[in-house]
C-alpha cells in the first residue's frame, strides 16, 4: 500500500528505520495503523487517506434507512450501521463471545456489574471516545440512545427489543451506564444490547436535526448517521452506492480500506462482475458456487454457517375439515412421537446438503443453531437417513399397512420446496402406501397460508429467524406456549410439554453462563428425543471474493451479509 508524500518521516515503529515515503518505501497497512493510532508517526503524509484502497461491494440491497431507531431486522441497512456506529458489546470473527466495545467490560454476576437479584445492569464506559461530529461520547449519549429507540417506537423498527425489557435507565457518572429490566432476562446482553437498534448515537447530532419526536422517522438520522464506529458515511448516491471511509480517529484498531457499496444489481451482474475483478466482494449463496468455482482470482468462502435452520413442521394443531382434499392423515397423526421421529429418520440429509445446498450445510436437528451460545457439539442429532428405524417407528405406531397421504405447503421455486420434494422421495421410498403431496404455492399466498391460526395444512417448509441468544429459538420455535407452540398445538406432543416449558424457562433466566449451557444441552437432549421439527440443514455461511482480499471472515452472528470491512485488507 504506497504512499507518496513530500515529507520525509521518521516512524517511530520501524524499530529505528526511517522512511523516505516520496521515494516508494511503504509500510504495510497494519503497521501504518497501529503506528499512526499510537502517536508513532511524527507526521502524517497529506495523501495517507487517499492512498488507502478501496473496497468495491456488490450488495445484495440497498438500505432504507440508517437511523438504528428506524431500521428492520434483517434488512440491508442493518450492514451500514453495524460498520458507522458501535454498540456496548460486541462478538468477535472465532466465536458467539462477547467482547467489550463501548463498555470496556461485559457484565456478569462474578465481576459484580450484574445486580445479585439479577435485574440490573453496570456497563463501566470507554473514555475518549469521540463521534463523527467531533463531539464526546459519555454515558448521556448511551441513555439518549436508547431511550430515544423506546421514545419514538416506530412500527418497522425493533423498539420493543428495549422497550420490553427496560423498565429504566441511568447515568451513574460521565462513564458510567445502569440499565435496569423489567424481569431476570438471560438473553438481554444479546438480544437487546448487541443488535443494531442498541447502536450509540451523537446527542448533538440527533437534538441539533430534529430531535426526538414519538413515533415520527427523523429524517436527518435516517440519511445522515454519527456515530463512533470504525467508518464514516462519505456519500450515498440512492439506488446506486454508498461509501464509507475510514474513520480516523476511531478509538479500536483502525480499518485498512474504504468501503463502496454498489447497489441495485442483478445477482448475475454481480456473479460477472466479480470474475471481471470489478467488485472485491459480493453477497451470493451456494447457488453460486458453480458459476465461480475455479474462476481466476476468485475465492470462494465457505467457513461458518447461517443461524437460520431450514425446517419443515408438524401441525398438531389441526382445525376439524380443513385439510387439502386427498389427505388421509388423521387430525391427531403427528401427536404421536414415532411418526415426528419416523420423518426424522427418513429424511435424506445427504441429497439435501450436498445436492441443494452444492456441500455447504450442516446438520442439525434441534433449535439451537450451531454457532450461538450453549450448542453442544455432543448432543445427539438425525444426521444420516435410516430407512430401517424409520420402517420400524412406522410399524409401531400402526401406519404401516394402510399407509397415508399428507400435503406439506411450501413456496414454490425455493429451497424449501427442495427440501419437501427430498422428504417426498425419502417417505415415499420406504412404502408404495405413503403420499406426501408438495403444495407448492406462490410467496403471498404461502405467507397468508402461514398466518393463519390454526394453520389449515399438517406440514409446511420454510427457515427460522436469525437470532444472537438461543432463548429466542426455544421460546419460539420449542416452547409448548410460545409463538409456534401455541399455533401448532405443541402441547398436544410433547410427553411432558410442562416440564419442557419449565426448562426453557429456566434458560431465559439462567445468569450463569456455566449453569445455563447446561440446560441448553440438556434442552437438545429433549428436543432430540421429541422433536416438533424436522431441520434439513443449517445453510452454509457462502461468499466470494477476489484473492487479492486479505483476512476475509464471516461471522452470521454480524448481520446480513455477515462481513465486518474493517478486518479486510485489499492489497491489489
Not at 440519511?223 to 456519500?235: A, I, K, N, W
Not at 387430525?331 to 455447504?360: E, Q, S, T
Request: charged letters at 25%.
Amino acid at each position: 500500500m504506497p504512499v507518496a508524500s513530500d515529507l520525509h518521516l521518521e516512524c517511530l515503529a520501524c524499530e529505528g528505520e526511517e522512511k523516505d515515503l516520496s521515494k516508494g518505501e511503504t509500510l504495510d497497512s497494519a503497521r501504518w495503523a497501529a503506528a499512526f493510532a499510537a502517536g508513532l508517526i511524527l507526521a502524517v503524509p497529506a495523501t495517507a487517506q487517499d492512498a488507502r484502497d478501496t473496497i468495491v461491494h456488490g450488495a445484495d440491497e440497498e438500505p432504507a434507512t440508517l437511523d438504528p431507531a428506524q431500521v428492520e431486522p434483517g434488512a440491508g441497512g442493518e450492514a451500514v450501521i453495524f460498520h458507522v456506529y458501535d454498540r456496548l458489546l460486541a462478538v468477535g470473527p472465532g466465536s458467539a463471545e462477547l467482547l467489550p466495545s463501548l463498555a470496556t467490560q461485559v457484565p456478569t454476576r462474578d465481576n459484580g456489574l450484574i445486580s445479585e437479584d439479577g435485574l440490573t445492569y453496570t456497563f463501566p464506559l470507554r473514555e475518549g471516545v469521540t463521534f463523527h461530529d467531533g463531539t464526546a461520547f459519555t454515558a448521556d449519549d448511551v441513555k439518549y440512545s436508547w431511550d430515544r429507540v423506546i421514545e419514538m417506537d416506530l412500527p418497522e423498527s425493533a423498539s420493543d427489543i428495549l422497550s420490553d425489557k427496560v423498565a429504566e435507565t441511568r447515568v451513574v457518572d460521565d462513564y458510567t451506564f445502569e440499565v435496569t429490566l423489567n424481569e431476570v432476562d438471560a438473553s438481554f446482553l444479546y438480544s437487546s444490547v448487541l443488535p443494531m437498534t442498541a447502536s450509540i448515537v451523537s446527542q448533538d447530532a440527533v437534538e441539533a436535526n430534529g430531535g426526538v419526536v414519538a413515533g415520527e422517522p427523523n429524517e436527518y438520522m435516517s440519511d445522515t448517521p454519527v456515530g463512533t464506529g470504525p467508518y464514516r458515511l462519505t456519500t450515498w448516491n440512492r439506488t446506486e452506492n454508498l461509501t464509507l471511509e475510514v474513520n480516523d480517529d476511531y478509538w479500536g484498531d483502525m480499518a485498512f480500506d474504504h468501503v463502496r457499496w454498489e447497489f441495485g444489481l442483478d445477482p448475475d451482474v454481480r456473479v460477472l462482475g466479480l470474475r471481471a475483478g470489478e467488485f472485491d466482494t459480493v453477497e451470493t449463496d451456494p447457488s453460486y458456487v458453480a458459476d465461480l468455482e475455479g474462476a481466476e482470482g476468485v475465492v470462494i468462502y465457505s467457513e461458518g454457517l447461517l443461524l437460520e435452520p431450514l425446517h419443515i413442521g408438524f401441525n398438531l394443531n389441526i382445525p376439524e375439515g380443513a385439510l387439502p382434499e386427498g389427505d388421509t392423515i388423521p387430525l391427531d397423526f403427528f401427536h404421536d412421537v414415532r411418526i415426528r421421529k419416523a420423518f426424522n429418520y427418513a429424511f435424506d440429509y445427504n441429497a439435501f446438503i450436498n445436492g441443494a445446498l452444492a456441500g455447504f450445510g450442516q446438520v442439525n436437528p434441534h433449535y439451537v443453531p450451531i454457532g450461538v451460545f450453549g450448542y453442544d457439539p455432543d448432543a445427539p442429532i438425525y444426521d444420516t437417513q435410516d430407512l430401517a428405524e424409520a420402517e420400524r417407528l412406522f410399524r409401531d405406531a400402526g401406519v404401516w399397512d394402510e399407509g397415508f397421504t399428507v400435503s406439506v405447503v411450501v413456496e414454490s421455486g425455493s429451497l424449501f420446496e427442495i427440501q419437501c420434494l427430498i422428504l417426498k422421495d425419502s417417505i415415499e421410498s420406504l412404502n408404495p402406501n405413503f403420499r406426501i403431496n408438495v403444495a407448492g404455492v406462490a410467496e403471498a399466498v404461502f405467507d397468508e397460508a402461514l398466518s393463519q391460526n390454526p394453520v389449515e395444512y399438517a406440514m409446511w417448509a420454510k427457515n427460522g429467524d436469525p437470532a444472537a441468544d438461543p432463548s429466542a429459538y426455544l421460546e419460539t420455535y420449542s416452547h409448548p406456549d410460545g409463538e409456534w407452540g401455541e399455533v401448532h398445538g405443541f402441547a398436544n406432543g410433547y410427553a411432558d410439554p410442562e416440564a419442557v416449558g419449565s426448562l426453557i424457562d429456566a434458560i431465559a433466566e439462567e445468569l450463569d453462563p456455566t449453569v445455563r449451557a447446561g440446560m441448553i444441552a440438556e434442552a437438545q437432549q429433549v428436543l432430540y428425543d421429541d422433536p416438533m421439527w424436522l431441520i434439513g440443514a443449517q445453510e452454509g455461511a457462502v461468499t466470494a471474493y477476489r484473492d487479492w482480499i486479505n483476512g476475509m471472515v464471516i461471522q452470521p452472528l454480524w448481520p446480513r451479509p455477515s462481513m465486518n470491512f474493517a478486518l479486510y485488507d485489499k492489497a491489489q
